[in-house]
């Protein structure tokens, strides 16, 4: 059983719309994070949470927004998407600061 | 800047023999290190960690070296599968307690050739 899930796995979109992808966890681990992974560029750390409602910055945060309602469920929208968001997406989870992260499998966005 | 770097794109290995997978860090504030493995359309793996105050840990066909006075570590994996095929990312953690998350490199594609 996967402890976290995302959705949608793949969407297509067109440029300038808002696009939401959500991150599910069933662990009940305090930290989320989402990355993007690009050609090149391995995979860089876009926003995190440390707690319901707790947020802040990454390294690759612009254009992107995220919210955390619930421990569970940790959003990540693109309130305009542009083509250089077109990316493959990761959301990631850790327990009380162990280091070790677990992924979920991947949203693929293609902005056209 | 990059904190972490993974130099070679790419590593070609028979299967077999040993393959080694480098990487390079400029941050003396990282205290643990970690190796993922990634296959096509899925997500990235935990494969192997070490704390800033070791130098080795093993965990069977795959071992991973610290040398802290060069910012350099590795990861050996002896013998090489053709299931080792991936591309892995070496990470970093600073000492911050890890809300912040991990540092990635750009990752090496390593390819296990029969």
């Known amino acids: 059983d996967a402890g976290i899930t995302q959705s949608p796995r793949h969407k297509v979109t067109e440029t300038g719309t808002p696009v939401t992808l959500r991150c599910h966890q069933t662990?009940?681990?305090?930290?989320m994070y989402w990355y993007r992974q690009d050609p090149g560029h391995g995979l860089r750390l876009i926003h995190y949470s440390y707690g319901v409602k707790d947020t802040d910055k990454g390294e690759v945060s612009d254009g992107y927004s995220v919210s955390r309602s619930k421990t569970e469920d940790f959003l990540l929208t693109l309130e305009s998407a542009t083509s250089s968001q077109t990316s493959v997406y990761f959301c990631?989870?850790?327990?009380?600061?162990?280091?070790?992260?677990?992924f979920g499998e991947g949203s693929r966005l293609t902005v056209l | 800047d990059q904190q972490v770097k993974q130099n070679s794109p790419s590593l070609s290995v028979q299967e077999g023999r040993i393959s080694i997978l480098n990487c390079d860090y400029t941050n003396s504030m990282f205290d643990y290190f970690l190796w993922y493995k990634k296959y096509p359309a899925e997500g990235p793996t935990f494969l192997i960690s070490?704390?800033?105050?070791?130098d080795k840990n093993e965990d069977g066909r795959f071992t991973v070296f610290l040398n802290k006075s060069a910012k350099h570590l590795s990861l050996h994996i002896v013998p090489s599968q053709p299931g080792d095929s991936a591309v892995y990312f070496c990470?970093?953690?600073?000492?911050?307690?890890?809300?912040?998350?991990?540092?990635f490199g750009k990752g090496t594609h390593l390819i296990i050739q029969p």
């Open positions: 070490i704390s800033s105050i070791k």
């Open positions: 662990e009940n681990h305090r930290y």
């Open positions: 990631a989870m850790t327990g009380a600061g162990t280091g070790e992260l677990f």
């Open positions: 990470a970093a953690r600073l000492f911050l307690g890890g809300a912040d998350g991990l540092t």
